[in-house]
């Protein structure tokens, strides 16, 4: 058994278990060389914690650091799982095909119950809110108003930043940037757990009803993601909730897919747009991507509308308190578009730069902001609650005092609509002022989100938002938003740059109208698709989202063309939002494309040797030694004599596989080839990946040193085909073939003979920009 390269799990090439000694052998790590990396502000969150790291090995999940682990969405090749497929009846592959349907159906479900049980708890739990603060102003009792309002938003704060303190961390943000990273094969701390699930749920329900400048829309992709993986996975064994009948899907590949279906399905239940989810997950949560998964994303998205619409019609009869005008119901923006001249696309143009412009310095400020909140957030739960209060009651005055610095409005004549409003919703709200006229930005401040962006995309009256509340609006979402994410609390960004974008597409409406024959409405969602693009960086799928919010599919063409400008003037400034948080909390997601320089190396330069190998029939304490002394999850496996003429690769055992093998103590006394009796004692579903619950560990094991001297036969558990190349293949090709085909490890061979029959394994640490220009400063691109 040859000494190993420092080389870990998928990726992770420091050798060892713990943590903290990782950093001690990092062999590959030429800090002296790139020193200047380490202490760069604009690398991950990592750094700021002052931990050694500029490898893939930890991550960021809420405020602490964890080890991540790479997936393994490779199928697996071995005489075992061979065995498996042939002896499966067909009443078996039937099975298996009818439960990818019927999980498929069970997510669209689920979701859809979810989503509309958000929407109902907010409306209710905002609307109560808003009810008292608003019968108190009627009766001219402004200090009673605002202590009631501020006190119950920070009430509800406080419980949902200690939901996501105390219980769940991975539930805080928006839940995006998790599982994008989990759909390229990463798996962080808890991030899909139950414990995740439900914290999302109801922190999102509190966060939101606390008037918070957030959206539920991130945290329900999130959901749905964690509602696949429960499933998925058969429940979960730590709360003794399994389902032997799914064993079928105790693999990260067929997970994937259930995710990818449960993201989808999230934005369906958010946004009532069951075709934008099916985009959204093709557009931006996806790595892989095949026909089939579209069919049955395609099938979950349509449930969810199916359910959401049974529901929603449900409770337009009255029976669900306040729900019924406000969340799922779509903003109905059905004014005709008149054939547009050239001052209009020139005004379309307009809107498209300055969504790339503002979303460009969004995505600025929220890096740093973020970066700030690491710091307090890192010193425990107290503080994170603290900071949660201070936005919450900083939210609060900006929602309840703005509206003072605006004149009161004559309301208009002619209106079908009571004006001043007297309930909690409406496009009319009295607040301070004297009877026959209204505060038009109350309207917008003192309203749910999903109202607020009703009163912005209406077309009825072009003056019903003056050109200065306009601006004010903007202005506070805008450094709300900003402001807001990041602290504590499950929180989505599809509303705060949907209500920025909305009020400053209205305002430019407003200020153009003498020369554009465009709807302030329509300029209030082509402003509200621009800051999408220009922060996101997403064209289709918002596109289709945005036309299915508003039922308006005569506005294509202009939401197309303002897209396309604002993402592409973005994009010559930074990277989306979601790519940031993502780097930001040291992620290491695979780019669809190489970096330029990699083109310059060869797969052999960034793997080293000598590698741990195991003989196709190894001692029993060899094995154990090399589990116990590395947390490397892949061996190569060589056969020699006397199984063969000359040193072979047979191929790649997996730690886990090597785990349950050991622990089954299936051993022979002298070093002979064993596979019929170890094939007929153990069957596939034996090496299943485990759930929730704990795998085997080294720790399980009980070897006496009888055992330890023993031999076992590895080749029924070897992959036999395992993805390899040739040492003096370029590094940007390894790295598009590792991405695309969704490895975890990448054998490199030799490309002359006489050699060992492995240079070394290539993991996506070895591919992350990071460790290339680490052992290659040279390669360095000057700015």
Same mark, same amino acid.
């Given at each position: 058994?040859?000494?190993?390269?420092?080389?870990?799990?998928?990726?992770?090439?420091?050798?060892?278990?713990?943590?903290?000694?990782?950093?001690?052998?990092?062999?590959?790590?030429?800090?002296?060389?790139?020193?200047?990396?380490?202490?760069?502000?604009?690398?991950?969150?990592?750094?700021?914690?002052?931990?050694?790291?500029?490898?893939?090995?930890?991550?960021?999940?809420?405020?602490?650091?964890?080890?991540?682990?790479?997936?393994?969405?490779?199928?697996?090749?071995?005489?075992?799982?061979?065995?498996?497929?042939?002896?499966?009846?067909?009443?078996?592959?039937?099975?298996?095909?009818?439960?990818?349907?019927?999980?498929?159906?069970?997510?669209?479900?689920?979701?859809?119950?979810?989503?509309?049980?958000?929407?109902?708890?907010?409306?209710?739990?905002?609307?109560?809110?808003?009810?008292?603060?608003?019968?108190?102003?009627?009766?001219?009792?402004?200090?009673?108003?605002?202590?009631?309002?501020?006190?119950?938003?920070?009430?509800?704060?406080?419980?949902?930043?200690?939901?996501?303190?105390?219980?769940?961390?991975?539930?805080?943000?928006?839940?995006?940037?998790?599982?994008?990273?989990?759909?390229?094969?990463?798996?962080?701390?808890?991030?899909?757990?139950?414990?995740? #699930? &439900?914290?999302? $749920? %109801?922190?999102?329900? !509190? +966060?939101?009803?606390? /008037?918070? *400048?957030?959206?539920?829309?991130?945290?329900?992709?999130?959901?749905?993601?964690?509602?696949?993986?429960?499933?998925?996975?058969?429940?979960?064994?730590?709360?003794?909730?399994?389902?032997?009948?799914?064993?079928?899907?105790?693999?990260?590949?067929?997970?994937?897919?259930?995710?990818?279906?449960?993201?989808?399905?999230?934005?369906?239940?958010?946004?009532?747009?069951?075709?934008?989810?099916?985009?959204?997950?093709?557009?931006?949560?996806?790595?892989?991507?095949?026909?089939?998964?579209?069919?049955?994303?395609?099938?979950?998205?349509?449930?969810?509308?199916?359910?959401?619409?049974?529901?929603?019609?449900?409770?337009?009869?009255?029976?669900?308190?306040?729900?019924?005008?406000?969340?799922?119901?779509?903003?109905?923006?059905?004014?005709?578009?008149?054939?547009?001249?050239?001052?209009? #696309? &020139?005004?379309? $143009? %307009?809107?498209?730069? !300055? +969504?790339?412009?503002? /979303?460009? *310095?969004?995505?600025?400020?929220?890096?740093?902001?973020?970066?700030?909140?690491?710091?307090?957030?890192?010193?425990?739960?107290?503080?994170?609650?603290?900071?949660?209060?201070?936005?919450?009651?900083?939210?609060?005055?900006?929602?309840?005092?703005?509206?003072?610095?605006?004149?009161?409005?004559?309301?208009?004549?002619?209106?079908?609509?009571?004006?001043?409003?007297?309930?909690?919703?409406?496009?009319?709200?009295?607040?301070?002022?004297?009877?026959?006229?209204?505060?038009?930005?109350?309207?917008?401040?003192?309203?749910?989100?999903?109202?607020?962006?009703?009163?912005?995309?209406?077309?009825?009256?072009?003056?019903?938002?003056?050109?200065?509340?306009?601006?004010?609006?903007?202005?506070?979402?805008?450094?709300?938003?900003?402001?807001?994410?990041?602290?504590?609390?499950?929180?989505? #960004?599809?509303?705060?740059?949907?209500?920025?974008?909305?009020?400053?597409?209205?305002?430019?409406?407003?200020?153009?109208?003498?020369?554009?024959?465009?709807?302030?409405?329509?300029?209030?969602?082509?402003?509200?698709?621009?800051?999408?693009?220009?922060?996101?960086?997403?064209?289709?799928?918002?596109?289709?989202?945005?036309?299915?919010?508003?039922?308006?599919?005569?506005?294509?063409?202009?939401?197309?063309?303002?897209?396309?400008?604002?993402?592409?003037?973005?994009?010559?400034?930074?990277?989306?939002?979601?790519?940031?948080?993502?780097?930001?909390?040291?992620?290491?997601?695979?780019?669809?494309?190489?970096?330029?320089?990699?083109?310059?190396?060869?797969?052999?330069?960034?793997?080293?040797?000598?590698?741990?190998?195991?003989?196709?029939?190894?001692?029993?304490?060899?094995?154990?030694?090399?589990?116990?002394?590395?947390?490397?999850?892949?061996?190569?496996?060589?056969?020699?004599?006397?199984?063969?003429?000359?040193?072979?690769?047979?191929?790649?055992?997996?730690?886990?596989?090597?785990?349950?093998?050991?622990?089954?103590?299936?051993?022979?006394?002298?070093?002979?080839?064993?596979?019929?009796?170890?094939?007929?004692?153990?069957?596939?579903?034996?090496?299943?990946?485990?759930?929730?619950?704990?795998?085997?560990?080294?720790?399980?094991?009980?070897?006496?040193?009888?055992?330890?001297?023993?031999?076992?036969?590895?080749?029924?558990?070897?992959?036999?085909?395992?993805?390899?190349?040739?040492?003096?293949?370029?590094?940007?090709?390894?790295?598009?073939?590792?991405?695309?085909?969704?490895?975890?490890?990448?054998?490199?061979?030799?490309?002359?003979?006489?050699?060992?029959?492995?240079?070394?394994?290539?993991?996506?640490?070895?591919?992350?920009?990071?460790?290339?220009?680490?052992?290659?400063?040279?390669?360095?691109?000057?700015?």
């Amino acid at each position: 058994m040859a000494l190993h390269r420092d080389d870990d799990d998928g990726f992770i090439q420091s050798g060892g278990g713990d943590i903290e000694n990782r950093g001690e052998r990092m062999s590959f790590d030429r800090r002296e060389s790139d020193a200047s990396w380490e202490e760069d502000v604009s690398g991950p969150l990592l750094g700021l914690n002052s931990r050694i790291n500029t490898t893939s090995q930890i991550a960021v999940v809420g405020a602490k650091v964890y080890p991540i682990e790479s997936l393994d969405y490779e199928i697996i090749e071995n005489e075992l799982i061979k065995q498996d497929w042939r002896s499966r009846k067909r009443v078996e592959i039937f099975q298996y095909i009818f439960l990818k349907w019927t999980l498929a159906l069970l997510i669209g479900l689920l979701t859809g119950l979810v989503g509309f049980f958000n929407n109902l708890a907010v409306e209710n739990i905002a609307g109560f809110k808003l009810q008292v603060a608003n019968n108190l102003m009627l009766k001219n009792q402004p200090l009673p108003a605002f202590a009631t309002y501020a006190g119950l938003n920070l009430i509800l704060a406080i419980c949902a930043a200690a939901l996501c303190a105390f219980i769940a961390p991975a539930a805080a943000g928006s839940g995006i940037p998790e599982v994008k990273a989990y759909l390229n094969g990463i798996d962080a701390h808890s991030i899909l757990a139950p414990s995740t #699930l &439900l914290v999302k $749920i %109801f922190g999102s329900i !509190l +966060g939101v009803s606390a /008037g918070f *400048v957030v959206g539920k829309e991130g945290p329900m992709v999130h959901t749905g993601a964690c509602i696949a993986n429960f499933l998925g996975q058969g429940g979960s064994r730590k709360y003794h909730l399994t389902l032997k009948w799914l064993r079928y899907f105790k693999n990260d590949r067929d997970r994937r897919d259930l995710i990818t279906c449960g993201a989808a399905a999230g934005v369906a239940a958010a946004f009532r747009a069951p075709v934008g989810g099916v985009l959204f997950a093709l557009e931006e949560a996806a790595s892989w991507w095949r026909s089939t998964l579209l069919w049955r994303t395609f099938f979950t998205t349509a449930v969810v509308a199916v359910v959401l619409r049974s529901l929603t019609q449900f409770c337009r009869s009255g029976k669900c308190g306040l729900f019924g005008q406000g969340g799922l119901i779509m903003f109905d923006v059905n004014s005709e578009i008149p054939a547009y001249n050239t001052p209009d #696309l &020139l005004a379309v $143009i %307009f809107i498209g730069v !300055l +969504g790339g412009i503002f /979303g460009s *310095v969004y995505n600025y400020l929220v890096d740093k902001v973020l970066r700030t909140y690491s710091f307090i957030n890192e010193k425990g739960p107290t503080f994170k609650i603290l900071l949660v209060m201070s936005i919450s009651l900083l939210t609060s005055c900006c929602a309840f005092g703005l509206p003072w610095i605006v004149p009161c409005t004559p309301c208009p004549s002619g209106l079908q609509e009571e004006c001043p409003t007297i309930s909690r919703s409406g496009n009319y709200k009295s607040f301070q002022c004297q009877p026959g006229y209204y505060n038009d930005l109350t309207s917008l401040f003192f309203n749910t989100n999903d109202d607020a962006i009703r009163n912005l995309f209406s077309s009825r009256s072009k003056k019903e938002f003056q050109i200065s509340s306009l601006f004010i609006f903007f202005i506070g979402t805008y450094c709300l938003g900003i402001a807001t994410y990041g602290i504590a609390i499950p929180s989505g #960004l599809f509303i705060p740059v949907i209500l920025a974008g909305a009020s400053y597409g209205r305002l430019v409406g407003r200020l153009l109208g003498s020369v554009s024959n465009l709807d302030v409405g329509l300029f209030a969602i082509l402003g509200a698709a621009s800051f999408l693009g220009g922060t996101m960086r997403m064209t289709v799928s918002i596109c289709v989202i945005l036309l299915e919010l508003t039922n308006d599919l005569l506005m294509l063409p202009l939401v197309m063309l303002v897209l396309l400008i604002s993402k592409t003037v973005a994009d010559s400034f930074n990277k989306g939002v979601y790519d940031q948080i993502l780097k930001l909390k040291g992620l290491p997601y695979m780019e669809a494309h190489a970096e330029p320089y990699m083109r310059h190396l060869v797969a052999g330069d960034v793997c080293s040797g000598p590698l741990i190998a195991f003989s196709g029939v190894e001692k029993v304490g060899n094995i154990h030694h090399a589990l116990e002394m590395t947390g490397h999850n892949a061996f190569p496996v060589i056969d020699g004599p006397p199984f063969c003429d000359a040193p072979e690769l047979c191929g790649l055992v997996l730690r886990s596989h090597l785990l349950v093998l050991l622990k089954r103590k299936k051993f022979t006394k002298s070093k002979i080839l064993s596979g019929s009796e170890i094939l007929r004692t153990f069957r596939a579903f034996d090496f299943a990946k485990a759930g929730s619950g704990k795998g085997l560990k080294v720790e399980d094991l009980e070897l006496s040193e009888e055992e330890m001297e023993m031999y076992v036969d590895l080749h029924p558990i070897t992959n036999t085909s395992p993805y390899t190349v040739v040492e003096t293949m370029s590094l940007a090709k390894a790295a598009v073939l590792f991405r695309e085909l969704g490895l975890r490890h990448l054998c490199v061979v030799p490309k002359k003979p006489g050699r060992p029959p492995i240079v070394g394994i290539l993991t996506r640490h070895d591919l992350m920009p990071e460790h290339v220009l680490g052992l290659y400063p040279q390669l360095i691109p000057h700015k």
